[in-house]
């Protein structure tokens, strides 16, 4: 496949975001080089070992593109990229936008060479750029080797010591290739995280990875501002990240701290002010400052939380330390369009996904019929649309059709309700609700009060099959600390949150660890196989006090 990739984009859609301001006429490559003439001394992107000014992260880009042309990539082929924390992904980002490529920096510390490959494969990519020893199974495969059959790959790059310049070993007549001025291009290709199944590639432009991140630096004040990920740049939250320090002119630190290294001292040292990750992220910096008797962590005001939804206690300990965290919602699809603000009060924090951002719109839609909108307060299958909504998904016209009702907004396959002043409660996936008896039992609202008991730190609401009932609920935990929470404690904590007795918990699952993606989010399936195969065992609880459930 070479040449354009068939996408929703078409010119009515193109001319009212255009015209809106939420589309510009800038490539990703376009917005670091305009920083690069007006502050070419600006920090960029940083790692442990490298930091580039927006004029050395530029002319890093040029020369990969530059590298890319002389090896035969055209414009519309497909780049992956399989790196750790470095900045060589984001030059290859920026390279790829330049000369019309589709980067796909996808590809996880977790997978395994056969993965990776799988995923080469179904993209066709036309280079791959790798690092050497990197991935779940490199001591016994190398991905460089398993690559060498594949015809249609013109180039494959091994990239040099983290302490090098980058890109910097690139040899050979560079070919000269008129800069790419098409923001509406297809830049960006990730993999969904496969929660439910096979991955899906998703197609996004400079523009509708732009939208978002432009409004995110707008409403939190970021612009000029040191951002921190936590998440690779392989992760879309990592990716967002550099997105939105990009919009804002602002410096990307990527996290390659080793092994023992103080996080601490790392924020205090860059300069953080704005951190991307998730609750894991959280708690344990919080531990680290606790540890210290640290009571304020540098510059940092504030913290986007993604991935799982975080408990109230620990939104509660970040404000103490001085720093507002950011409950948000969103997906591959459709990037980071809602979010809270930094003036909402705690409880919209802990309790919603905030609203919207401007170029977005959520609406909820009745669960029988996607195609007509669910009643105010009802809950219902959350869609979007917008200026940072996907363009489709690769070389899959069926998914694609199959994920919008007819009219023309993106079903999520979340459910939530929406209140007066459009703050976004999630209550769980479409297929994630449990049917009990008929009744429908959403997993959101027992895990987010379970999360609000002090000594659990993680929580999952998975069905365990009933031959009479159909499903019943088991609450999958992992606890704080030794010991264990009482089950029965257990329990009437969730029936004072106002769990009602319907809904309660008939099974209880202690964990000490959950099975995650790559991306930090909870593989319920994975759970429900662990149970399926008796690798865990739930055991069977009852409150005691039902009179206090009544709800």
Same mark, same amino acid.
């Given at each position: 496949? +070479?040449?354009?990739?068939?996408?929703?984009?078409?010119?009515?859609?193109?001319?009212?975001?255009?015209?809106?301001?939420?589309?510009?006429?800038?490539?990703?490559?376009?917005?670091?080089?305009?920083?690069?003439?007006?502050?070419?001394?600006?920090?960029?992107?940083?790692?442990?070992?490298?930091?580039?000014?927006?004029?050395?992260?530029?002319?890093?880009?040029?020369?990969?593109?530059?590298?890319?042309?002389?090896?035969?990539?055209?414009?519309?082929?497909?780049?992956?990229?399989?790196?750790?924390?470095?900045?060589?992904?984001?030059?290859?980002?920026?390279?790829?936008?330049?000369?019309?490529?589709?980067?796909?920096?996808?590809?996880?510390?977790?997978?395994?060479?056969?993965?990776?490959?799988?995923?080469?494969?179904?993209?066709?990519?036309?280079?791959?750029?790798?690092?050497?020893?990197?991935?779940?199974?490199?001591?016994?495969?190398?991905?460089?080797?398993?690559?060498?059959?594949?015809?249609?790959?013109?180039?494959?790059?091994?990239?040099?010591?983290?302490?090098?310049?980058?890109?910097?070993?690139?040899?050979?007549?560079?070919?000269?290739?008129?800069?790419?001025?098409?923001?509406?291009?297809?830049?960006?290709?990730?993999?969904?995280?496969? +929660?439910?199944?096979?991955? !899906?590639?998703?197609?996004?432009?400079?523009?509708?990875? /732009?939208?978002?991140?432009?409004?995110?630096?707008?409403?939190?004040?970021?612009?000029?501002?040191?951002?921190?990920?936590?998440?690779?740049?392989?992760?879309?939250?990592?990716?967002?990240? /550099?997105?939105?320090?990009?919009?804002?002119?602002g410096e990307l630190v990527v996290h390659d *701290?080793?092994?023992?290294?103080?996080?601490?001292?790392?924020?205090?040292? +860059?300069?953080?002010?704005? /951190?991307?990750? $998730?609750?894991?992220?959280?708690?344990?910096?919080?531990?680290?400052?606790?540890?210290?008797?640290?009571?304020?962590?540098?510059?940092?005001?504030?913290?986007?939380?993604?991935?799982?939804?975080?408990?109230?206690? *620990?939104?509660?300990?970040?404000?103490?330390?001085?720093?507002?965290?950011?409950?948000?919602?969103?997906?591959?699809?459709?990037?980071?369009?809602?979010?809270?603000?930094?003036?909402?009060?705690?409880?919209?924090?802990?309790?919603?996904?905030?609203?919207?951002?401007?170029?977005?719109?959520? #609406?909820?839609?009745?669960?029988?019929?996607?195609?007509?909108?669910?009643?105010?307060?009802?809950?219902?299958?959350?869609?979007?649309?917008?200026?940072?909504?996907?363009?489709?998904?690769?070389?899959?016209?069926?998914?694609?059709?199959?994920?919008?009702? +007819?009219?023309?907004?993106?079903?999520?396959?979340? /459910?939530?309700?929406?209140?007066?002043?459009?703050?976004? #409660?999630?209550?769980?996936? !479409?297929?994630?609700?449990?049917?009990?008896?008929?009744?429908?039992?959403?997993?959101?609202?027992?895990?987010?009060?379970?999360?609000r008991h002090p000594m659990i730190e993680q929580?999952?609401? $998975?069905?365990?099959?009933?031959?009479? *009932?159909?499903?019943?609920?088991?609450?999958?935990?992992?606890?704080?600390?030794?010991?264990?929470?009482?089950?029965?404690?257990?329990?009437?904590?969730?029936?004072?949150?106002?769990?009602?007795?319907?809904?309660?918990?008939?099974?209880?699952?202690f964990l000490p660890e959950m099975p995650l993606?790559?991306?930090? !989010?909870?593989?319920?399936?994975?759970?429900?196989?662990?149970?399926?195969?008796?690798?865990?065992?739930?055991?069977?609880?009852?409150? !005691?006090?039902?009179?206090?459930?009544?709800?």
């Amino acid at each position: 496949m +070479t040449g354009p990739l068939l996408t929703l984009l078409n010119a009515q859609s193109l001319a009212a975001y255009t015209a809106s301001g939420y589309w510009g006429d800038e490539t990703l490559y376009a917005v670091a080089a305009r920083h690069a003439r007006s502050t070419p001394n600006s920090f960029a992107v940083r790692d442990r070992h490298r930091r580039l000014t927006y004029a050395e992260l530029v002319e890093a880009a040029a020369r990969l593109a530059a590298g890319l042309a002389a090896r035969g990539i055209r414009s519309g082929q497909r780049v992956a990229v399989w790196l750790p924390s470095r900045i060589e992904t984001a030059i290859a980002l920026l390279a790829c936008s330049r000369n019309g490529y589709v980067c796909c920096p996808s590809l996880h510390r977790n997978h395994t060479a056969a993965e990776v490959i799988a995923l080469v494969d179904r993209m066709r990519a036309a280079a791959v750029i790798a690092d050497s020893g990197f991935g779940a199974d490199s001591d016994r495969h190398d991905l460089f080797e398993e690559l060498a059959d594949r015809d249609f790959i013109h180039w494959t790059h091994r990239i040099g010591p983290a302490d090098a310049a980058p890109f910097a070993d690139l040899s050979g007549e560079p070919i000269e290739v008129t800069v790419s001025g098409d923001p509406n291009q297809i830049v960006y290709l990730p993999f969904t995280s496969g +929660t439910t199944g096979t991955p !899906k590639g998703v197609l996004h432009s400079d523009n509708t990875l /732009l939208a978002t991140a432009r409004m995110m630096a707008r409403d939190w004040r970021l612009e000029g501002a040191v951002l921190y990920t936590l998440s690779p740049l392989s992760h879309n939250l990592g990716l967002g990240a /550099l997105i939105t320090a990009l919009a804002g002119g602002g410096e990307l630190v990527v996290h390659d *701290l080793p092994r023992g290294g103080s996080l601490v001292d790392r924020l205090e040292e +860059t300069g953080a002010a704005f /951190l991307f990750g $998730v609750p894991t992220h959280a708690f344990d910096l919080l531990a680290e400052m606790r540890t210290r008797g640290l009571r304020h962590l540098g510059a940092v005001r504030g913290f986007r939380i993604s991935g799982a939804a975080a408990p109230a206690s *620990l939104i509660a300990d970040l404000m103490r330390h001085g720093v507002t965290p950011q409950s948000g919602y969103g997906m591959t699809e459709t990037c980071s369009h809602q979010y809270t603000r930094p003036d909402d009060p705690p409880e919209r924090i802990i309790e919603t996904c905030g609203r919207a951002c401007d170029g977005y719109e959520v #609406r909820i839609w009745r669960q029988d019929n996607p195609d007509i909108g669910a009643a105010p307060g009802e809950i219902g299958e959350i869609g979007g649309r917008g200026a940072s909504l996907m363009l489709g998904y690769f070389d899959d016209q069926a998914a694609t059709e199959a994920a919008f009702n +007819t009219a023309g907004w993106f079903m999520t396959g979340d /459910l939530g309700q929406i209140d007066e002043a459009g703050y976004l #409660r999630i209550t769980g996936r !479409k297929k994630d609700v449990i049917i009990r008896g008929g009744r429908n039992i959403y997993p959101a609202p027992i895990e987010a009060a379970a999360l609000r008991h002090p000594m659990i730190e993680q929580a999952a609401v $998975v069905p365990l099959p009933d031959p009479r *009932l159909g499903e019943r609920v088991c609450l999958a935990v992992v606890a704080t600390a030794n010991p264990q929470p009482d089950p029965n404690e257990i329990l009437e904590h969730l029936a004072a949150a106002g769990i009602s007795r319907y809904d309660m918990p008939e099974f209880i699952l202690f964990l000490p660890e959950m099975p995650l993606t790559a991306s930090g !989010k909870i593989v319920k399936r994975e759970l429900m196989r662990w149970v399926t195969e008796g690798r865990v065992q739930p055991q069977s609880v009852r409150l !005691k006090s039902p009179a206090a459930a009544e709800g």
